[in-house]
């Protein structure tokens, strides 16, 4: 089994940053990709960011040019660096990992973007 636990939101005021985290643990054997997804209340679920293991990325366009998406192989982690923050960014935030052709998805974790 696989286990991902996401840390790193909170409450910022607009214009404010964050840093979400999500390390996996378990029978992790290869990691193909690890992606961000958000959802608000009353909204569907929706793709933010997405790197595969080969470094392809790809970013909703209301993200682009202010959330940045990495990992680190060697610690089974990724990240999601958000800057600029909104309002419309408050969502929860839940993490997923491909392996093995399953999906994995952590618990999510809240970011409320209010003054």
């Known amino acids: 089994q696989v286990q991902l636990v996401e840390s790193g939101g909170g409450l910022v005021q607009p214009g404010g940053s964050l840093r979400l985290s999500c390390a996996a643990s378990?029978?992790?054997?290869?990691?193909?990709?690890m992606g961000w997804y958000r959802q608000a209340p009353g909204k569907q679920r929706e793709l933010v960011a997405r790197?595969?293991?080969?470094?392809?990325?790809n970013y909703a366009d209301s993200v682009k040019g202010r959330f940045t998406i990495s990992r680190d192989n060697a610690k089974n982690t990724g990240y999601l660096e958000m800057n600029s923050l909104k309002p419309e960014d408050t969502a929860v935030y839940y993490c997923?990992?491909?392996?093995?052709?399953?999906?994995?998805w952590g618990q999510g974790t809240q970011v409320t973007v209010s003054s």
């Open positions: 997923k990992m491909e392996i093995l052709g399953y999906d994995y």
């Open positions: 378990g029978s992790i054997f290869s990691i193909y990709a």
């Open positions: 790197i595969t293991s080969r470094g392809y990325v």
